[in-house]
């Protein structure tokens, strides 16, 4: 079964300083991985996503993940965090076996915090 | 170019009554699916319409069930409200041109309350 663990509930990191909100995940074969975010009352909007090829992927607002297939994990990273990455992070997987419609499983979410 | 939209934002009904969120896809897009997102937890997938069928369901009821439109455009409706029921509902587009690959974009979601 697919399963998708964020270990941290909240992260806080000071504005400026690198951030780190982490992602393991649990699926049969290799997985297709996916970032949102979530910012208070909204909907989730989209951040980055691997599929294939280099390991560290880049997306939107200066965020980048990296996919370590031995530790089965996907962490998002920011070299300098700003107090407006303020909001609630979600990683999500899907499998990549199966129809072309595939579901997406998330985990809980993690709350990032960054101190002005 | 519109996003995904939803409506309506937020609604408030009573256990037992039937409820029908709306949402309409992204520009381009021809597949839709659903997800509840319950306070403080991830959202979770209720169903999938692609062809004005449900071609993917999650773990939920058969009081939950939809409806898709030839405009691609889709429903969500609940039977039967309970108070489990109170969530934030998502709906997502993607396109099938794209493949299995393709990005689920989200719309702003329904509040549900249920008293």
């Known amino acids: 079964a697919q399963s998708v663990a964020q270990p941290e509930d909240q992260v806080n990191v000071a504005e400026g300083n690198p951030l780190t909100v982490k992602c393991t995940y649990s699926v049969s074969g290799n997985p297709y991985l996916f970032w949102y975010v979530q910012y208070p009352n909204r909907g989730l909007q989209f951040l980055l996503k691997y599929i294939t090829g280099d390991n560290l992927v880049k997306g939107s607002y200066g965020f980048e993940a990296e996919f370590n297939k031995s530790q089965t994990s996907f962490h998002l990273k920011k070299p300098s965090a700003l107090v407006s990455d303020s909001a609630l992070y979600f990683c999500a997987v899907r499998d990549r076996r199966g129809s072309t419609l595939g579901r997406l499983y998330f985990g809980r979410g993690t709350q990032l915090t960054v101190w002005p | 170019d519109a996003g995904v939209t939803q409506s309506p934002t937020h609604l408030i009904k009573t256990r037992g009554q039937q409820v029908t969120l709306r949402c309409s896809p992204k520009?381009?897009?021809?597949?839709v699916s659903w997800y509840q997102q319950a306070l403080g937890q991830g959202p979770q997938f209720i169903f999938q319409y692609y062809e004005e069928e449900e071609r993917q369901r999650g773990n939920f009821p058969d009081r939950f069930s939809g409806h898709q439109f030839p405009n691609y455009s889709s429903e969500l409706n609940v039977n039967a409200l309970l108070l489990g029921d109170s969530a934030l509902y998502l709906c997502?587009?993607?396109?099938?041109?794209?493949?299995?690959?393709?990005?689920?974009?989200f719309g702003p979601g329904t509040r549900l309350t249920v008293l």
């Open positions: 520009s381009g897009h021809d597949t």
């Open positions: 997502a587009s993607s396109s099938t041109q794209a493949g299995i690959t393709d990005t689920q974009y």
